[in-house]
C-alpha cells in the first residue's frame, strides 16, 4: 500500500508588491484550493505563511473561508512555521519560539485547528532545531530526501519517516521525494503513478510525501495553463481517486498516528540541492553543476555529493551579511528590553525584518530584489525606533565594535535623525539610516558573477518556447535562458563592494566610462585596506577620524602618502574633509575620486 502526502507551501515575501500577491493568489492559491474541493476524498497537507495568511484574510474573504470550510471537512492539515517566514537557524531561540507561537496561536484562532508540524524555511536544517521545534510543541517537520541520504540512509528506506533529537528533545522527520519535485506538475499525471507504482513493489506499507511550492501549480512560467486550463490537476486528483485501492492519500498527522518511526537519524546541515548549489562561491557552484549529472548517474554516490551550506550566503554577499549583522544587533537590543507594550510592537517590526528572501539569491530574485531589501532595513530601523524612544537614550551614541563580523571594526553613530555605520575597511560609510523615513540609503548591490550568468552565455538566442514541449512543462529551475545579444556587454563585475567614502587614486587620463566599466588599475592600496580609525563625540555631533598611510604607483617607483578622512556627522547630514600628504622624497601626480552611492549628491 502506497501511503502518499500531499502538501504545499505558500509563501510571499515581507515588501513585495501587492500585485504579485494577486497574480498569485489568482493563478496559483485559489485555484488549487477550489480544484481540492471538488475532490472531496483528496486531502492535502497546507503551509501558508503568516504573511500570505494576513492577506488573505484581508483581501480574498472568500479564499479565506474555505480554508476553513476544508479544514472543517478534514480534507487539510495545516502546518505551522516561522510568521513572517524566517531562516530559524539564524534567528535566536527568543524569535524562533516567538515567530512560531505567533503563526501557531493564529492558526488556532482563525481555523480552530492546532498544527503539529512545521513548515520549514526553504528545508534549511541544522542539527539544534530539534530542541527549539520540540520546545515549541512541533511534532513533524518535513526535510528532502537528500538530507537523510546524507545521514546514510538507504535509498529504499526513504519511503518511512524517522525520529530525531537533540539533548533529548525529539522530533519525527518526514523525507519529501526529489524524484516527485520534478514529476509534479511537469509530466503527466500518469507518470507519477508510474512511480508510486515502481515504489509500491518493495511490498508493505510505503510513506511517500510530495511537499514543495504551491506557487508550482499556476504561478511559476507557463504552469496556469498546463495545470488548469489543460486540467493537469483534476486528472491527477481524478488518478488518485481511481487506484484507491492501493493508493491512499494520507496526512502526516494520520501517519504518525498509525505508523511507528523507522528508526532514528542525525541529519547534517543541508537544504535541498539546488540551494546548496547557489550558497557556493560562483566558481564552485560553476564547478559542482557540471559534476551533478554524472553524480546522478550513478545514485550510490549522491549521498557523498553535496554543495554548500546556507550560512555561506552571508560570506558570498556582504550585502546579505549586512542585513543579517543589522537584524542580529536589533535582535539583541529589542530582547534585550523588559516585557512592555512597545516591546511588543518592537518584536513584531524585527521579526517582518527577519523574513528571509531578502537574504539569500539562487535562480531568481531574492538579494537582487531592491524592495525587499528596503522591507527588511525599513522594519528593522522601525523597530530601532520603538526602542530609543522608549528608552530615550543619550543622542548622540557611539559603540565601537566588530558589527559584521568581518575581521574590522566598525564605529556605530547614532543620533535623533540618523544611524551611520563606518568601517576601518577602506575607511567606508556602510549604512546610512534616515531614521524617520526608516530608508537605508547605501542599500545598493554591487555587480558580481553569478551561477546562471554562464548558462546565458551558453545559451541561443532564438525564441525558443522556454523548452515547452506538447506532453510536459519545464520546471522554473529548468528553463532555458534566453540571451540577449549584447549581454556580454552589460557582465561587469565590481572587485570591491560598493559603499560610500571610498578613496581611489586613479590615473590622471582615465575617464568615466573607463571607471564604470572597470578598465583602469588603481595607484594605490587604499579602497579595502585597513584604516586606523577612532570617533569622539562634540556636543550634538560626533566626529570620527581615520588615518591610512600607503603606497602609490608613480611611474616604475612608488611613493608614500598619508591620507587623513575626518568625517563630522550630526543630525543633518555627514561633512567631510581630506587631507593628503606626501611621505616619498618624489613628486607624485594622480587623480583622487571619492566615491559615494546612488542616493548622494556631490
Given amino acids: 500500500m502506497i501511503h502518499f502526502i500531499l502538501g504545499i507551501h505558500c509563501h510571499q ?106 513548515w520549514l524555511t526553504e528545508r534549511i536544517w541544522e542539527p539544534h532545531l530539534a530542541r527549539t521545534l520540540s520546545k515549541a510543541g512541533i511534532q513533524y517537520v518535513t526535510v528532502d530526501d537528500s538530507h537523510l541520504k546524507q545521514s546514510g540512509i538507504q535509498s529504499d528506506d526513504l519511503f518511512q ?22 514529476l509534479i506538475p511537469f509530466q503527466e499525471p500518469e507518470k507519477t503513478i508510474d512511480y508510486l507504482k515502481e515504489i509500491d513493489q518493495k511490498g508493505n506499507d510505503q510513506i511517500v510525501v510530495l511537499a514543495d511550492d504551491g506557487e508550482k501549480f499556476g504561478d511559476w512560467p507557463g504552469t496556469y495553463d498546463w495545470v488548469y486550463k489543460a486540467g493537469w490537476l483534476k486528472r491527477f486528483f481524478q488518478l488518485l481517486v481511481d487506484n484507491q485501492d492501493w493508493i491512499q492519500v494520507s496526512t502526516f498527522s494520520k501517519i504518525i498516528d498509525a505508523f511507528p518511526p523507522k528508526g532514528k537519524v542525525y541529519i547534517p546541515t543541508a537544504s535541498y540541492e539546488e540551494m546548496m548549489g547557489w550558497a557556493l562561491p560562483t566558481p564552485k557552484a560553476l564547478d559542482y553543476k557540471k559534476g551533478k549529472e ?14 554548500g551550506f546556507w550560512r555561506n550566503f552571508l560570506a558570498k554577499y556582504p550585502e546579505s551579511n549586512g542585513l543579517y549583522s543589522k537584524m542580529q544587533w536589533v535582535s539583541q537590543k529589542v530582547n534585550g528590553m523588559g516585557e512592555s507594550e512597545t516591546k511588543d510592537l518592537a518584536l513584531k517590526e524585527l521579526w517582518q525584518g527577519q523574513c528571509n528572501c531578502a537574504y539569500w539569491h539562487g535562480e531568481f530574485g531574492g538579494l537582487y530584489l531592491n524592495h525587499l531589501r528596503h522591507a527588511i532595513y525599513q522594519h528593522l530601523i522601525a523597530a530601532e525606533n520603538l526602542m530609543d524612544n522608549d528608552l530615550s537614550p543619550s543622542i548622540p551614541s557611539i559603540f565601537c565594535k566588530d558589527y559584521n563580523s568581518d575581521g574590522y571594526d566598525e564605529i556605530l553613530v547614532s543620533n535623533s535623525k540618523l544611524n551611520a555605520y563606518f568601517t576601518e575597511k577602506g575607511g567606508q560609510l556602510i549604512e546610512l539610516d534616515i531614521r524617520d523615513s526608516q530608508f537605508n540609503l547605501l542599500n545598493t548591490l554591487s555587480r558580481r558573477q553569478e551561477l546562471y550568468h554562464q548558462s546565458i552565455l551558453e545559451s541561443s538566442t532564438q525564441d525558443d518556447p522556454l523548452g515547452q514541449s506538447e506532453k510536459t512543462i519545464e520546471s522554473i529551475h529548468d528553463l532555458e535562458k534566453k540571451r540577449d545579444k549584447d549581454i556580454e556587454r552589460h557582465l561587469i563585475y565590481d572587485t570591491h563592494e560598493r559603499y560610500s567614502f571610498i578613496d581611489h587614486f586613479l590615473p590622471m587620463d582615465i575617464s568615466f566610462e573607463q571607471f564604470k566599466k572597470l578598465k583602469y588599475s588603481e595607484l594605490g592600496d587604499f579602497t579595502q585596506d585597513r584604516y586606523e580609525g577612532h570617533a569622539q563625540n562634540r556636543d550634538d555631533r560626533v566626529e570620527i577620524t581615520y588615518l591610512k598611510e600607503g603606497y602609490l604607483k608613480h611611474l616604475d617607483q612608488r611613493g608614500l602618502i598619508s591620507l587623513v578622512k575626518k568625517l563630522t556627522m550630526d543630525d543633518h547630514g555627514i561633512l567631510a574633509s581630506y587631507q593628503f600628504r606626501n611621505l616619498s622624497d618624489q613628486e607624485l601626480t594622480y587623480r583622487y575620486g571619492a566615491e559615494f552611492r546612488n542616493y548622494w549628491r556631490y
Fill in 294 to 307: 554524472y553524480i546522478h548517474q550513478q545514485d550510490f554516490l549522491t549521498t557523498f555529493y553535496r554543495g
Fill in 161 to 182: 519517516y524517522f525520529i530525531t533529537e537533540e539533548l533529548g528533545e525529539r522530533v519525527y522527520v518526514f523525507p519529501i521525494s526529489e524524484r516527485l519535485r520534478y
Fill in 13 to 118: 515575501p515581507v515588501g513585495n508588491f501587492d500585485f504579485v500577491f494577486e497574480s498569485a493568489h489568482d493563478h496559483s492559491y485559489a485555484p488549487f484550493l477550489q480544484t481540492l474541493a471538488d475532490f472531496p476524498s483528496i486531502q492535502c497537507t497546507l503551509h501558508y505563511s503568516g504573511i500570505l495568511f494576513d492577506w488573505v484574510k484581508k483581501n480574498k474573504p472568500k479564499t479565506h473561508e474555505l480554508i476553513i470550510s476544508l479544514t472543517q471537512a478534514g480534507q487539510l492539515e495545516i502546518m505551522t512555521g516561522g510568521f513572517f517566514e524566517p531562516i530559524l537557524t539564524t534567528i535566536c531561540q527568543d524569535d524562533q519560539l516567538g515567530q512560531i507561537t505567533m503563526l501557531t496561536d493564529y492558526i488556532k484562532k482563525e481555523f480552530d485547528y492546532s498544527p503539529r508540524g512545521l
